[in-house]
C-alpha cells in the first residue's frame, strides 16, 4: 500500500471512530433524560432519614436571601412533616381508643389529640436531635437549606402527656383517658426495645 493510501486509510478509521464516540455519548445522553425530567438527589432521602418504629422523622428545606430564615423555614418544615406523623399516629390510637368506648368522649377525645399534635410544629421540644444540615448558596446568591430532625416516639408521646397533664381547657375525665392511652403506647415502646 502506498503511503498516501495507508494515510488516507488511518484518516478514515479516525473519522469513523470519531463519529461513533459521538453517537455513542448522544445515546448516553438520550438515555440519561427523560420524558418526565431529570431524576434529582436531594439531601437526607435515604432510608436513614425515614421514620421507623422507634423515630419519628423529618426532613425540611428553606430557601431565603438571609441564611438563618433559611436555616428557620427548614426547621419549621421538617417540624411540620414530624407534626402529621405524630398527628397521624395519634388519629391511629384514638380511632383504637373510640373502637373500644362508645362515648360522646372518645371524640371529644380525639379531637384534642389533634389539637395537641398540631402543637407541636410551634413547640421547642428538647428531645429533637438534628440529623444532619445542608447549606448552599445558590447562583442567584440564596441560601437553601435542609434539614433532617428525628425525636424519639417515646420522648413525644411523654411530652402529649405531660401537656394533657398540664391542659386546663379538657375535663378531668378526658384528661384521665388521654393519659391512659399515651400510656399504653409508651408501654409498647418499652416492650419492645
Same mark, same amino acid.
Given at each position: $500500500? =502506498? !503511503? +498516501?493510501?495507508?494515510?488516507?486509510?488511518?484518516?478514515?478509521?479516525?473519522?469513523? @471512530?470519531?463519529?461513533?464516540?459521538?453517537?455513542?455519548? @448522544? #445515546?448516553?445522553?438520550?438515555?440519561?433524560?427523560?420524558?418526565?425530567?431529570?431524576?434529582?438527589?436531594?439531601?437526607? =432521602?435515604? %432510608?436513614?432519614?425515614? =421514620?421507623?418504629?422507634?423515630?419519628?422523622? #423529618?426532613? #425540611?428545606?428553606? /430557601? &431565603?436571601?438571609?441564611?438563618?430564615?433559611?436555616?428557620?423555614?427548614?426547621?419549621?418544615?421538617?417540624? %411540620?412533616?414530624?407534626?402529621?406523623?405524630?398527628?397521624?399516629?395519634? /388519629?391511629?390510637?384514638?380511632?383504637?381508643?373510640?373502637?373500644? *368506648?362508645?362515648?360522646? /368522649?372518645?371524640?371529644?377525645? @380525639?379531637?384534642?389529640?389533634?389539637?395537641?399534635?398540631?402543637?407541636?410544629?410551634?413547640?421547642? +421540644?428538647?428531645?429533637?436531635?438534628? $440529623?444532619?444540615?445542608?447549606?448552599?448558596?445558590?447562583?442567584?446568591?440564596?441560601?437553601?437549606?435542609?434539614?433532617?430532625?428525628? *425525636?424519639?416516639?417515646?420522648?413525644?408521646?411523654?411530652?402529649?402527656?405531660?401537656?394533657? %397533664?398540664?391542659? &386546663?381547657? *379538657?375535663?378531668?375525665? $378526658?384528661?384521665?383517658?388521654?393519659?391512659? $392511652?399515651?400510656?399504653?403506647?409508651?408501654?409498647?415502646? !418499652?416492650? !419492645?426495645?
Amino acid at each position: $500500500m =502506498s !503511503e +498516501i493510501s495507508t494515510m488516507q486509510h488511518s484518516f478514515t478509521i479516525s473519522r469513523v @471512530a470519531r463519529c461513533l464516540g459521538m453517537f455513542f455519548i @448522544a #445515546g448516553l445522553l438520550w438515555g440519561c433524560s427523560s420524558p418526565e425530567g431529570t431524576q434529582v438527589k436531594m439531601p437526607f =432521602s435515604g %432510608k436513614k432519614y425515614m =421514620s421507623d418504629a422507634r423515630h419519628f422523622r #423529618g426532613v #425540611g428545606m428553606g /430557601q &431565603s436571601a438571609n441564611l438563618n430564615i433559611a436555616k428557620s423555614k427548614a426547621e419549621l418544615e421538617s417540624r %411540620k412533616v414530624m407534626a402529621q406523623q405524630v398527628r397521624t399516629t395519634l /388519629q391511629v390510637v384514638s380511632d383504637a381508643y373510640s373502637s373500644e *368506648i362508645n362515648s360522646g /368522649q372518645a371524640a371529644e377525645t @380525639a379531637e384534642r389529640f389533634q389539637s395537641l399534635a398540631r402543637e407541636v410544629t410551634n413547640t421547642t +421540644i428538647g428531645d429533637i436531635r438534628q $440529623m444532619g444540615q445542608d447549606i448552599r448558596q445558590l447562583e442567584d446568591q440564596t441560601y437553601r437549606v435542609h434539614v433532617a430532625a428525628e *425525636i424519639k416516639k417515646k420522648a413525644m408521646f411523654r411530652f402529649l402527656k405531660n401537656k394533657a %397533664k398540664n391542659d &386546663s381547657k *379538657i375535663s378531668e375525665l $378526658m384528661r384521665a383517658d388521654m393519659v391512659r $392511652m399515651l400510656d399504653r403506647e409508651i408501654e409498647k415502646l !418499652e416492650d !419492645e426495645e
